[in-house]
């Protein structure tokens, strides 16, 4: 037994000597691109992920191509520090000396950084995605992420209104429409919202049941605002809580498949 104390003493001792004692768990940091939505005049680059560092700061750039075919720097723009934990973070990155094209590709690049000494250095690995500019200027609206938590049960269209009268109508101003997959889950950016509106998603099916559904946010029953507080607004649904109208249908709604 006291041999035993005295090679685990030893080793100890060798441990501490040459710098081979188990370190603490490492830091580390995370990052991913939740959302990007882009303008003719500003993006909004959502990015979420968690630090384990005390003060954190994202590098976010935007290239296009110069007639040249080369990635040219549009714009850099650096967020503000956060510290440690999971963060959800929304960088605005406005452009609007250098207007970007209707149908422009841009590459956004998303860097973490740490405080180290007196300056930030790179932590982590670069996350890169590409994104079509939309049409439309955004430097005074707000933006929408729709996010279903579930599969679409078939092929259809999402759209997103700003409403108002009832709330089982798809009525209102049309913000935007975009196409689903049957059994793929949904994650659409809607740009160019007007900031402090009631938003909602309605869902219209191409076959089986093809009776449009409101599919709430997560806020339900009350209202959903979008709002430049909350970058792309993650509106989350599911389709599988989709809420069917019980008024009667615009007679003009283009989305309805007879």
Known sequence: ????????????????????????????????????AACKDVSTVTVNGSSTYSNNRLDVSLYHKNDKGQDVLLKQVFSSAFGAGQFMLAVTVPYTNTAAAEGEA????????????????????????????????????????????????????????????????????????????????????????????????????????KTPKLLPAQYWPNEYQANQLNGTNPYTTSFAKGLKPTHPLESDDPFVVK
């Not at 037994?1 to 090679?7: E, P």
């Not at 180290?116 to 994104?131: H, K």
């Open 106 to 209: 841009l590459r956004v690049e998303v860097q973490a950084q740490r405080l180290s000494g007196n300056t930030y250095v790179d932590v982590g690995n670069q996350v890169v995605q590409n994104v079509t500019v939309a049409d439309r200027n955004c430097f005074t609206k707000c933006s929408v992420t729709v996010d279903a938590t579930d599969t679409a049960p078939a092929a259809g269209t999402l759209t997103l209104r700003t409403h108002f009268g009832e709330w089982f109508r798809p009525e209102g101003r049309l913000q935007g429409a975009m196409p689903v997959s049957a059994g793929k889950k949904a994650r659409v950016v809607f740009v160019g919202v007007p900031c402090n509106w009631p938003v909602r998603v309605w869902y219209y099916p191409k076959t089986g049941d």
């Open 1 to 36: 037994m006291k041999r035993a104390r005295l090679w685990v003493g030893a080793v100890l001792l060798i441990g501490l000597m040459f710098g081979a004692w188990p370190a603490a768990a490492a830091d580390s940091v995370s990052v991913g691109i939740y959302s990007i």
